[in-house]
């Protein structure tokens, strides 16, 4: 039986579809057998990033009962298969996404890892794919809004019953004020499955003749190898991921509380005027 794993993280824009899309052909590199799925069923984005935007069948119609799953899976780049979503706004008025569980699981012994890729916040269309995995693997950006989006997905996941396996940090910048990956997984109380940089690579995936994700493109930039380290772990290899970066955003905060209390204003009033 695979592992069926969603990509959540609250936040949108933070890199779900970018990751999703490119861990599942690291992994399947390996010869891993590996599915991803653009279970964004709204916004999808996947396909675009394949270049597989013209599949005939695809998740809407399966989850209309109008076609069967096994129809649904496409061959991607490097061995990877792939469910895409549908374009049509009609048809993801009309689906039912709590018919994911079922039908993710239906494929599940046909793979070592189902990856769903998800769209963003905490509502029916995310608890829908939750519900269709086994675990969570979450992902933020190092800073504060992304964060504080990304413990809620967890606190859902958790609501769920569903095991969150760890969180990968996407779009280390380096820069004074992100937050640490030692904040974010004591935040999270998760451990890191990825330090990915801010790579310039990566934006240039859709602006090339014949676009394709940043592992088939450039195999040998920072994030392709960061992205790798994160299939190595997920696959059960030995992994080190150094630091990103160390100046704490709990330090801060602890700096905040304990600095020493200004006097209180009544006594600053009372106090005599130097003249
Ligand atoms: P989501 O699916 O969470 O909304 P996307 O994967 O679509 O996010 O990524 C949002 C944007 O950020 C895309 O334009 C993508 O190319 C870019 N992006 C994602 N990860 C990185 C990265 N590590 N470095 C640079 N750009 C990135
Ligand atoms: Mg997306």
Request: hydrophobic share 45%.
């Amino acid at each position: 039986m695979g592992r069926v794993i969603a990509i959540v993280s609250g936040k949108g824009g933070v890199g779900k579809t970018t990751i999703t899309a490119n861990l599942g052909i690291a992994l399947a590199k390996r010869n891993i057998k590996v599915c991803i799925v653009d279970a964004d069923i709204a916004m999808a984005n996947l396909s675009l990033l394949l270049n597989m935007q013209s599949c005939p069948i695809t998740l809407h119609d399966v989850l209309l009962g109008e076609a069967s799953v096994q129809d649904a899976i496409y061959d991607g780049p490097e061995g990877v298969k792939f469910i895409p979503s549908g374009l049509s706004l009609e048809n993801y008025r009309r689906v039912d996404p709590e018919r994911m569980e079922t039908i993710i699981s239906s494929i599940k012994n046909q793979f070592d890892f189902i990856l769903l890729d998800s769209p963003p916040g905490i509502e029916r269309d995310v608890l829908a794919i939750m519900n269709a995995a086994d675990e969570i693997l979450l992902i933020t950006m190092p800073i504060s809004p992304a964060v504080a989006d990304v413990l809620k997905a967890k606190i859902t996941a958790q609501r769920l019953g569903k095991k969150t396996i760890g969180v990968i940090i996407n779009m280390i910048m380096g820069e004074k004020g992100e937050i640490s990956d030692e904040d974010i997984m004591r935040m999270l109380e998760l451990p890191v499955y990825g330090l990915i940089p801010y790579d310039d690579e990566i934006r240039k995936s859709f602006l090339q003749e014949k676009v394709a994700p940043v592992i088939v493109r450039r195999p040998q930039s920072p994030s392709s190898l960061a992205i790798q380290k994160t299939a190595s772990k997920l696959a059960g290899l030995p992994v080190v991921f150094e630091n990103g970066k160390k100046q704490g955003f709990f330090s801060r905060l602890f700096s905040i509380f304990f600095r020493k209390k200004k006097q209180p204003i009544q006594e600053q009033a009372a106090k005599p005027k130097t003249k």
